[in-house]
């Protein structure tokens, strides 16, 4: 079976599609810099799928360490690539890190792939790029803004940097636009693992019921929506890993229809922050405690996806509902507090 190389393969939506791949009979190796992740989520990997992935653990701006890590797995045929850096405020505050994490390991990798007859690539990217897009739903012909952040930057400069190369090598990639990650496996064996305060609104939700914060802040309720808050497409993780397989499987196969192809991975579904935490409640059977403060800068009013390409072309849809993912979420929190 093909070998492939997942990198950020601890991380949260890596480890779930780690779990994807070997289930569909892949055999998995990780690298992993463990900035964002545990050592032991190759164990929460294994309860799940009976079979631990190799594990080398690399920090992908070591140039040399990449080289090294392509001779001792001559055998790996294609790369996922999750590692990177992707706090939004951080990136402006140290952007030289963003870039020479985000854009440097990137860049190693194509160079050692290259050396290959051929191989395939997808690349973790993020509807970001699409800034606040003048009409909803956000499909792949939307135009790309001027990113907001250098985190965007990188993945706006990420996305450039494959279609540049695949054009002049045998690479073939898919560049895989997420929408609101979000959710655990349902076996609670893996899940999100934020590093000090959660940025992101799930992982606020969970830590807030299960009370390790004080209260939830739900950022602006006079948005131009229905009830005044943002708008998201909240997708299940276990839907966007294997959504990962479904593209390899595509690049393999050479079903693709250009050297690089580009898709909208969401539910096609906006949800607001309010029917998110109602969501949460009714899912769950927890209160939450929140409270309206002002916007976040930098927030975008509203992005969902278009999900007609990624369903027709790719053959891939969501099958799991917002409830399935915030439930998940919570078994997941409860079990990692010891609650469970
Ligand atoms: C954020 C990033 C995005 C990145 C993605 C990666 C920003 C502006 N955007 O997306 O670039 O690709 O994470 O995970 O940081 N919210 C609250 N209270 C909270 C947290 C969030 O009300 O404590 C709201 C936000 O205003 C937003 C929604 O919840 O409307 C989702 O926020 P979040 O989970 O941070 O995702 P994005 O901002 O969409």
Redesign the pocket.
């Known amino acids: 079976m093909k070998k492939i190389l997942v990198t950020g393969g601890l991380g949260f939506i890596g480890s779930h599609t780690v779990v994807e791949l070997q289930n569909e009979g892949f055999d998995v190796v990780v690298i992993d810099d463990l900035s964002n992740a545990e050592a032991g989520v190759v164990d929460g990997i294994a309860a799940i799928t009976g079979k631990k992935p190799e594990f080398e653990k690399i920090d992908l701006r070591d140039k040399a360490a990449v080289q090294q890590f392509f001779k001792k797995y001559p055998d790996v045929s294609g790369v996922i690539h999750f590692a990177a850096s992707?706090a939004?405020?951080e990136s402006v505050e140290n952007p030289l890190l963003y870039y020479e994490n985000n854009i440097g390991s990137l860049v190693y990798l194509l160079q050692e792939l290259n050396k290959k007859p051929e191989a395939q690539f997808i690349f973790s990217s993020?509807?970001?790029v699409y800034g606040q897009a003048e009409k909803m739903p956000i499909s792949e012909d939307t135009p790309v803004q001027p990113a907001m952040?250098p985190?965007?930057n990188t993945k706006q400069v990420g996305e450039e940097i494959i279609q540049d190369v695949a054009k002049a090598t045998s690479i073939n990639a898919i560049l895989l636009r997420y929408f609101?990650?979000v959710g655990a496996h349902e076996s609670a064996n893996i899940g999100e693992l934020p590093l000090g305060v959660p940025?992101?609104?799930?992982p606020?939700i969970t830590q807030t019921a299960i009370g390790m914060r004080e209260q939830?802040?739900?950022?602006?309720d006079d948005y131009n929506t229905p009830d005044g808050?943002?708008i998201?497409d909240y997708i299940h993780v276990v839907d966007l890993a294997k959504a990962h397989v479904t593209a390899l499987q595509r690049l393999i196969n050479k079903a693709n229809a250009e050297k690089v192809e580009v898709f909208n991975l969401g539910t096609g579904k906006g949800s607001s922050?309010l029917e998110v935490i109602h969501a949460f409640e009714k899912a769950t059977g927890q209160k939450l405690n929140y409270k309206i403060v002002p916007k976040?800068p930098?927030?975008v009013t509203e992005?969902y996806a278009d999900t007609t390409k990624a369903n027709n072309v790719l053959g891939w849809k969501a099958e799991l509902s917002l409830e399935d993912a915030l439930a998940s979420a919570w078994k997941w929190e409860q079990k990692v507090r010891g609650k469970e």
């Open positions: 992707k939004v405020g993020s509807c970001t952040s985190y965007g609101n990650p940025q992101n609104l799930v606020f939830l802040s739900v950022f602006g808050t943002c998201r922050v976040r930098g927030d992005a």
